[in-house]
């Protein structure tokens, strides 16, 4: 996701996938503090619907972001959207039999893959607009 087009990925795009990541980061939170403090598994229920439902907005919206600029690591991303999404998927079904070694597993996937993969989208987010900054400065010397 490093590969930059020479169109330019705009400030709005960009602020919209920053507040996408700051939602995602809430929702785990929501997510994770359910599976720890043994709320009901209902209410855990709803909570993870919740992050799966706008991890599905996020990512979308992240690949329709990629296809639009020709990025070419898309198709990689993409898998690993898939991988990530069918993981959750999964282990939120082994939840529902709600016992202790399957909450242990979407409590690690939900802090580490899933939330590793996040602060990566941002920090690789906000490298392309730096790179954008350094662009317009390269190409208007005058500005
Ligand atoms: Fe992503
Ligand atoms: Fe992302």
Redo the contacts with the bound molecule.
């Keep these: 996701?490093t590969e930059i087009s020479d169109k330019i990925v705009s400030s709005d795009e960009l602020r919209n996938i920053d507040t996408q990541h700051k939602r995602l980061g809430e929702l785990a939170r929501a997510a994770c503090h359910t599976l720890k403090n043994e709320n009901s598994p209902t209410e855990f229920r709803e909570t993870l619907n919740r992050l799966l439902d706008f991890t599905v907005v996020?990512?979308t919206e992240?690949?329709r972001l990629m296809g639009r600029y020709c990025y070419e690591g898309k198709h990689t991303?993409q898998l690993?959207?898939s991988l990530?999404l069918n993981r959750l998927m999964e282990l939120e079904k082994e939840t529902f039999v709600f016992d202790k070694p399957s909450k242990a597993r979407l409590l690690n996937f939900i802090r580490q893959d899933f939330w590793y993969?996040?602060i990566?989208?941002q920090h690789a987010w906000m490298a392309m607009s730096n790179m954008r900054k350094n662009c317009r400065t390269a190409s208007s010397p005058n500005d």
């Design positions: 996701m996020h990512f992240e690949e991303h690993t959207h990530l993969h996040t990566e989208d």
